[in-house]
């Protein structure tokens, strides 16, 4: 970084991949700038924890092709190994275990045929081409995306259809059923089963370790206010490991934290903005990891999402972790957040399901990890395109205030490390 005469002072609030990406982007533009985090840790959601010693994500971790400029990021910390994580991709439907391993078109036609009428396959298909052939309908917002009628996905496809095949999906991105998620953010999901995934070989810590190094990371940092005066943001107030809050003074801020938490700061500064970003609906997540005594899953079915009930998908931690199970519960079934005794039955449940599509005998657990969020996934709104035409419109009476965060251009990693870009350009501009 080369500081220059016109370089400002910024503070991005939030420590998951929505502010790495705002920080670092006015890192390398040659600004001053401090990353604020009110937990101990970086990384947001991808929930960092350890199961025996070996850290483990319990979010977010797999990391697709595609993911541009997420893989640019990691590249600059330094030489980074990957192994694939391309799955076999098996789900239950109506209690037979159906999997589809690299089925080719005509295969996934066949499928979709089977799962629904013609009419479900051929919108579906042609929702999917949209995505394929054009980058940009992987993000919400899009030209064709963002034009889509604001219905529900259940208004759109048939019963079967939903349970079968848009279920997995929005239970997996969204932590929604398809009639809560709507059209307009089918191309988010389209995106993420078109692409394939890897996973960092050492995790994601050596990497926030290495940005930790360039960017100054204040970690159990809680903003109290935002302070404007005149029409623009001057600081923020701050409160640090407990201690009373002090100002801090700043030429501008990135709010890179969930729709429902800037909401709650930006309520005293830019009301109207406040009430639009408490539009945006999030539902809850839980996430437990087992590592077992011995394989339990195989090479063949490495994955499993359900139809119903509370757990979504059961599969392997690592591509040849067989041993090490990740259960996750979402969906309306997985509402409210369990307490531990429910959370217990549940990973019973989901465990006693897939040992019986599997025909596995039981085997015994080594020892067991669980995370829950209340606001684990956005569900977004139902048009789009005008709600980010009313942030615009209302972030531009604060000036030096920008966003950043997953319900601005998707929940994945890419389109989250991808908004806080964006964000510190537009606060540059």
């Not at 932590?175 to 953010?185: F, H, K, R, W």
Request: net charge negative; charged share 20%; proline share 4%.
């Amino acid at each position: 970084m080369t500081t220059t005469a016109s370089a400002k002072r910024y503070a991005v609030i939030g420590g998951g991949l929505s502010g790495i990406g705002a920080a670092f982007a006015l890192h390398r533009a040659g600004h001053t700038v401090e990353l604020l985090e009110q937990d101990a840790v970086l990384g947001g959601r991808c929930g960092f924890d350890s199961l025996g010693g070996r850290p483990i994500m319990m979010g977010g971790k797999n990391i697709g092709r595609r993911y541009t400029e997420l893989r640019a990021f990691i590249a600059d910390s330094g030489e980074r190994a990957y192994e694939p994580f391309g799955i076999n991709s098996s789900q239950i439907v109506d209690g037979e275990l159906v999997t589809l391993d690299n089925p080719g078109v005509a295969g996934f036609l066949r499928h979709l045929l089977r799962m629904g009428s013609p009419i479900d396959a051929a919108r579906l298909l042609y929702y999917g081409a949209r995505v394929r052939f054009d980058e940009s309908n992987r993000y919400l917002g899009s030209d064709c995306f963002g034009k889509a009628e604001s219905a529900t996905l259940d208004a759109r496809f048939g019963a079967d259809f939903c349970r079968s095949v848009l279920r997995p999906l929005t239970v997996r991105l969204n932590a929604a059923e398809p009639g809560e998620v709507y059209l307009g953010a089918l191309g988010v999901g389209l995106g993420m089963v078109q692409d394939r995934y890897d996973q960092l070989v050492d995790g994601m810590q050596p990497v926030l370790d290495w940005f930790a190094a360039q960017v100054p990371v204040r970690l159990g940092t809680r903003v109290d206010r935002i302070v404007a005066r005149d029409g623009r943001v001057i600081g923020l107030d701050l409160a640090e490991n407990g201690r009373a809050a002090e100002f801090s003074a700043y030429d501008g801020v990135v709010l890179a934290i969930p729709a429902h938490a800037a909401a709650v700061l930006l309520e005293p500064v830019v009301p109207a903005l406040s009430k639009t970003l408490n539009e945006v609906a999030y539902h809850p997540s839980t996430v437990a990891v087992v590592h077992y005594e011995q394989p339990f899953f195989g090479s063949d079915v490495r994955s499993i999402a359900f139809d119903s009930g509370p757990c979504s998908a059961a599969g392997v931690y690592g591509v040849n972790d067989l041993d090490i199970v990740r259960y996750t519960f979402s969906g309306r079934d997985a509402r409210p957040i369990p307490d531990a005794l429910l959370l217990a039955q549940w990973i019973d449940d989901a465990e006693a399901r897939v040992r019986g599509c599997l025909d596995r005998p039981a085997i015994s657990r080594v020892r067991t990890e669980t995370r829950s969020w209340a606001a684990a996934h956005c569900a977004y709104l139902p048009d789009h395109t005008g709600f980010r035409a009313r942030l615009r419109e209302q972030l531009d009476s604060v000036a030096g205030l920008q966003l950043a965060g997953d319900y601005l251009l998707g929940a994945q990693l890419e389109a989250c490390y991808r908004s806080g870009i964006a964000a510190a350009t537009a606060l540059t501009a």
